[in-house]
């Protein structure tokens, strides 16, 4: 390749990279903005406080009732979750000896707002590894990820302090680790193993997104390097986190956690409203739910199967041509 063909290559790639930077500043920073306020508008946010009392526990030596602030029918299968937010909680504490901070101010709930904004930047930009590792272009990706950060849900929710955000970042890093592994890797176990630990943790911090985990495992078994044995191998460690939640439930409270699990997910309909929207085309759901953002990704789409059938027809053709002058000789 010219010298000059290089330079130009390296200045593009410095250009893309200035403005995915721009794009994660700009974002964290009006994402910050709205976590000034909204803190325990949603009754769900209120089981941050376990968390709190579960540190409480600790601090005074009493492990069996910090283990139970995890559990719960009311909880709704997130011990993770309670587990996750003691490092918000602990930042808390820390504030409270430091700057001396009013525990009854909205701004004591502001930190873990904050942390909850840096996740989901932190989700954005495994967004966008992925998208780097599934799309030719590095500015489809760079636009894919434009969309997904502009999307209304993301960056109103981001200041609540739910599980969603934490959940989600576990299974983007699950997700990585297997869409990274390399090609010529024999025996990729250990990632299958990190993988499913991870994606089972994630289950534990918010359920909504359980079907992830069938996600990651059928980029597993696609996996060039991977066979049914690693597939195995990942659904076991996805049990093992598991079956470790529930055997503490049982030990500390006598009750299964999959069990209340179980409950809590029947308790949906009736005190979360009815989920009718969800069924509706998911053309319909972008455009009227996201407006712009969801037109682009609706456009980014449409624009990615395009491109992708145009290719797959080039490499048919050119199977053909080479068949037909394979049987002219």
């Not at 029918?73 to 820390?94: C, D, H, K, M, N």
Request: glycine share 8%; with cysteine.
């Amino acid at each position: 390749m010219p010298v000059h063909d290089v330079d130009v290559a390296a200045y593009v790639r410095r250009r893309r990279n200035v403005l995915l930077l721009l794009l994660f500043a700009f974002l964290t920073g009006y994402r910050l903005f709205l976590a000034r306020s909204g803190q325990f508008y949603w009754p769900d946010e209120f089981r941050y406080i376990r968390a709190l009392h579960l540190l409480d526990a600790l601090r005074a030596g009493r492990i069996t009732e910090a283990a139970q602030w995890m559990f719960g029918t009311e909880l709704g299968a997130r011990p993770g979750y309670v587990l996750l937010s003691t490092i918000p909680g602990a930042v808390q504490a820390f504030a409270l000896l430091l700057f001396d901070v009013n525990k009854a101010s909205p701004s004591f709930y502001r930190i873990p707002a904050a942390i909850n904004v840096v996740l989901s930047i932190a989700s954005l930009a495994l967004f966008y590894r992925l998208l780097r590792a599934f799309v030719t272009d590095p500015w489809f990706a760079l636009l894919g990820t434009l969309a997904y950060g502009l999307l209304a849900n993301t960056n109103l929710y981001a200041r609540h302090l739910f599980p969603v955000e934490a959940a989600l970042l576990l299974h983007f890093v699950s997700l990585v680790l297997i869409v990274e592994a390399p090609a010529s890797t024999a025996r990729p176990y250990s990632r299958a193993i990190v993988a499913g630990m991870i994606g089972g943790f994630a289950c534990t911090t918010y359920p909504g997104y359980d079907p992830f985990v069938v996600l990651v495992g059928a980029t597993l078994a696609a996996h060039p390097a991977a066979s049914w044995r690693h597939l195995i191998v990942f659904a076991l460690s996805v049990g093992a986190v598991l079956a470790g939640f529930e055997a503490v439930a049982l030990v500390v409270t006598g009750s299964s956690f999959l069990l209340d699990s179980v409950r809590f997910a029947g308790t949906l309909v009736v005190q979360q409203g009815a989920f009718e929207e969800g069924y509706r085309f998911i053309y319909l759901y972008l455009l009227d739910a996201e407006g712009l953002a969801g037109a682009m990704l609706l456009l980014l789409g449409a624009c990615y199967l395009a491109t992708a059938f145009h290719r797959r027809r080039g490499r048919m053709e050119m199977t053909l041509i080479g068949t037909a002058a394979a049987y002219s000789r």
